[in-house]
C-alpha cells in the first residue's frame, strides 16, 4: 500500500523559514512534488525533484531563490526547505508522487497524493 504522508508545516512570520517533509512508502518515487493550495485558490505547482533529468529539480518562479527541494534517497524522504516567506506563501502545501520521471507541474502527472500540511505565514 502507497502512503505519502507529509509534515513540518505550522505559523511563521513573514520573512521566516520552515522545512516540509515528505515521506513515501510502499513505492519508489520517480518524482516527487510540492503543490500548494491557497484559500480560494487553484491547486498551483511549487517545485519537484526527478530523476534521471537535469537539473533534477525545478521550481515556479514566485519560490525560485527561497525555496529548495532535496532528496534523501536512504530514507525515501523529500524536504522543501522554504526561506524568506511571504504572507503569499501561505496555503496548504501537498506532496506528491509520481512514477514518471520527467518536468511534470500538473496535477494529473502525480499518481499519490498526501493530506497535506498547513503554513501560514503572519505579516
Known amino acids: 500500500q502507497v502512503q505519502v504522508v507529509e509534515s513540518g508545516g505550522g505559523l511563521v512570520q513573514a520573512g521566516g523559514s520552515l522545512t516540509l517533509s515528505c515521506a513515501a512508502s510502499?513505492?519508489?518515487?520517480?518524482?516527487v512534488g510540492w503543490f500548494r493550495q491557497g484559500s480560494g485558490k487553484e491547486r498551483e505547482f511549487v517545485a519537484a525533484?526527478?530523476?534521471?533529468?537535469?537539473?533534477?529539480?525545478y521550481y515556479v518562479d514566485s519560490v525560485k531563490g527561497r525555496f529548495n527541494i532535496s532528496r534523501d534517497n536512504a530514507k525515501n524522504t523529500v524536504l522543501l526547505q522554504m526561506g524568506s516567506l511571504k504572507p503569499e506563501d501561505t496555503a496548504i502545501y501537498y506532496c506528491?508522487?509520481?512514477?514518471?520521471?520527467?518536468?511534470?507541474?500538473?496535477?494529473?502527472?502525480?499518481?499519490?497524493w498526501g493530506q497535506g500540511t498547513r503554513v501560514t505565514v503572519s505579516s
Open positions: 506528491a508522487v509520481s512514477r514518471t520521471t520527467g518536468i511534470l507541474t500538473r496535477t494529473s502527472k502525480y499518481d499519490y
Open positions: 510502499g513505492l519508489t518515487a520517480s518524482t
Open positions: 525533484t526527478s530523476r534521471n533529468v537535469s537539473p533534477n529539480s
